[in-house]
């Protein structure tokens, strides 16, 4: 009788030979692969096999297998992390309590040859939204995990002190942190790697965790600064009394078949190169001054659609001023990270991490600022203090707007006359918010609850959704990003879909895209969002770099390298079927959270400001219309919540509430 494929997550897929250990066959990037049978769990290949949990407040440690059909159904990363968080925290639960979980999960691409995989994901319910939270991070923190032993890391409760943890090949030592509380985290990570070994990986969070910033951000590797920054995950750690995790291994990753992997791997990284040269050139900033002239780029708190300084702060000009490297996350071929330093002026001294277009948008365009130098400095500070660059910017454009229409006093803000376009105005809000200290004390709450706590109008320009800032993309120049940010599940996010990239011109002929779509159309825009919503949660649970989409990798090359690791058989259709049941899954966790249609909108700003400045090349997103036929696709009911029937299909727990009950045909 014939498997549905639907049910092909319960079988065995693959019978792999025992072959000769290869422990010492080092790849390029000092990637450790080892080819045999997996020891720790049955058929686990690409896994460590082992969840790690911690009760911070009790020091107890378990190590934990991960459970085969767990990692079948999520994949790992978002997908295992939000499986967890689901079964684990209960919708009511504060975020800052010690009923919070934060999550840190890795997945089988991590640590392989599999390119820009070296990615880890953190989740935990948010401080900021009070919803379901994740935050997608590079660098090399995440294969230093994989390779100590452990797929992930499940801490609970709190700790009575400051502690750091210390994982070294599978050993685990909660140590004190008394000494570098307080402490910035570029310090935090130099001080422990002299602790514990100076090639450990530390992630770790800066004063502003500790003191509870609402969109406070986990930072690692050091001055390179790979930062997991969303929905403020910085500050339930910073509740933990958890000051860092420092991480070394070298224990191999067993892969079911090497040569396959290698074939399947070396076929793209030509064109991969090929395809990522200007984002290697100028990183992230490159695109600075075309969505400007596209109409993409936020300006002066999204009331403006023209601005003429955008080539000031792009990345031909940090190119050619104040960068002096570029820097590559594991497995890395494109090297899209900035090195800057400045050697003169105001903000000499500063070097490290340079700003990316987010931050570029968010500290420049978005309050006027065209000194690049002054926003490399505030990048610095969010960087030190550990916080959100998105949310940052938003929060010190929204006080400058509050600042403008008399809602705030210079009393308030501590004698500081806050004004567009001037940099040290962002410079010292910056430090006021890392330090909660005067006006920042408010603003570090996050713009919805600023906006809420200053009263009369300002929600009006408080530009959020669900309590997350928006991201530095502008809806009215591509119109997928108005339903993806509605729908979203950690709220405005362009990540969960990416689908204005087919806007632009990629194309995703497996999804049914095989040319652009009109940006300014609603027309088919339901169906592509929630395709790639699916493909993202993919992206985020295997896990690997999302621009790898920029250098034409197809979705067939993750069912391919995905296949060849885990000896499990997988399709394009089985593995876009788990990332709809992670979205799904995701969506549950925030239905329960009182999520519905009503929270599925956009800022007003957003959906009547014009932007007249740009003449004829104005667009309103139909929101409406969009999330009909959205909820529609995704077989939910038309109050946005998923029906008893959708979640059958997905094997998905049907535990609503009673009230929240909905059938298709309703």
Not at 277 to 299: C, F, M, Q, R, Y
Not at 636 to 646: F, L, R, Y
Request: aromatic share 8%; hydrophobic share 40%; net charge positive.
């Amino acid at each position: 009788m014939p498997v549905s494929e639907d049910h092909v997550d319960d079988l065995e897929d693959v019978t792999v030979q025992t072959k000769v250990s290869m422990a010492n066959n080092i790849y390029p990037c000092g990637m450790i692969i080892q080819e045999g049978v997996a020891g720790r769990n049955e058929n686990m290949f690409g896994y460590a096999g082992k969840i790690l949990r911690i009760d911070l407040s009790n020091g107890k440690i378990e190590k934990q297998k991960l459970p085969v059909k767990l990692a079948r159904e999520y994949i790992g990363g978002r997908g295992l992390a939000t499986k967890l968080l689901y079964d684990e925290v209960r919708s009511n639960a504060n975020p800052l309590s010690a009923d919070n979980r934060l999550i840190f999960t890795t997945g089988p691409f991590t640590g392989t040859i599999v390119p820009s995989s070296s990615r880890y994901s953190v989740t935990a319910k948010s401080p900021l939204t009070c919803l379901w939270a994740s935050s997608d991070c590079g660098g090399t923190w995440g294969q230093e995990l994989k390779f100590s032993g452990f797929d992930g890391i499940v801490l609970s409760g709190i700790a009575k002190k400051p502690v750091y943890v210390w994982i070294n090949e599978g050993n685990v030592e909660i140590k004190s942190a008394d000494h570098i509380w307080g402490k910035f985290t570029y310090e935090t990570d130099e001080i422990i790697r002299q602790e514990t070994n100076s090639k450990a990986v530390v992630a770790c969070i800066g004063p502003a965790g500790e003191r509870l910033v609402k969109f406070a951000a986990i930072v690692s590797n050091g001055k390179h600064a790979r930062v997991a920054g969303r929905a403020g995950l910085g500050a339930v750690m910073g509740f933990k009394k958890l000051k860092a995790i420092s991480v070394r291994g070298t224990s191999p990753i067993e892969i079911a078949k090497t040569d396959r992997l290698q074939k399947a791997v070396n076929e793209v990284l030509p064109i991969i190169t090929k395809n990522t040269a200007g984002l290697a050139k100028n990183g992230t900033a490159n695109i600075v001054e075309s969505a400007e002239v596209a109409g993409d780029l936020p300006i002066k708190n999204w009331r403006q659609g023209l601005w003429d300084k955008a080539e000031k702060i792009s990345g031909s000009t940090m190119t050619k001023s104040i960068l002096v490297g570029r820097y590559y996350c594991g497995r890395c071929i494109i090297g899209c990270g900035r090195l800057i330093k400045i050697s003169d002026g105001k903000y000499a001294g500063t070097d490290g991490a340079g700003p990316e277009y987010e931050t570029l948008a968010a500290l420049g365009s978005l309050c006027l600022v065209d000194d690049l130098q002054a926003i490399a400095k505030a990048n610095d500070l969010c960087n030190r203090y550990g916080l959100d660059t998105i949310s940052a910017g938003s929060a010190v454009a929204f006080a400058i707007e509050a600042f403008e229409k008399k809602l705030l006093t210079k009393k308030e803000t501590c004698g500081l006359d806050l004004a567009w376009g001037d940099a040290e105005t962002v410079v010292r809000l910056i430090t006021m918010i890392g330090e909660r200290r005067g006006v920042g004390k408010i603003l570090g709450e996050g713009v919805r609850n600023a906006a809420r706590k200053i009263g009369r109008n300002a929600e009006e320009f408080a530009i959020q959704v669900k309590g997350l800032e928006l991201p530095m993309h502008d809806p009215r120049c591509y119109v997928s990003l108005a339903l993806g940010y509605a729908t979203a599940n950690r709220g405005a996010c362009h990540l969960e879909a990416l689908s204005h990239l087919i806007e632009k011109g990629t194309e995703m002929p497996e999804l049914g895209y095989d040319r652009s779509l009109d940006p300014y159309s609603i027309e088919k825009k339901a169906e592509m969002v929630a395709k790639m919503q699916n493909l993202m949660s993919v992206f985020d649970s295997l896990p690997t770099c999302k621009f790898l989409l920029f250098g034409k990798v197809r979705v067939q090359n993750l069912v391919d390298w995905l296949g060849a690791i885990t000896g499990w058989r997988f399709t394009m259709k089985r593995l876009l079927r788990i990332g709809e049941r992670i979205f799904n899954l995701e969506r549950l966790y925030n239905v329960n959270c009182g999520v519905s249609r009503k929270d599925d909108t956009l800022p007003p700003r957003i959906l009547v400001n014009e932007r007249k400045d740009r003449g004829e090349a104005t667009n309103l997103p139909h929101l409406g219309k969009m999330l009909n036929e959205y909820y529609e696709y995704r077989g939910w009911s038309n109050d946005g919540i998923p029906t008893q029937e959708k979640l059958k299909e997905l094997r998905l727990p049907l535990d609503l509430p009673p009230y929240l009950v909905r059938h298709k045909n309703d």
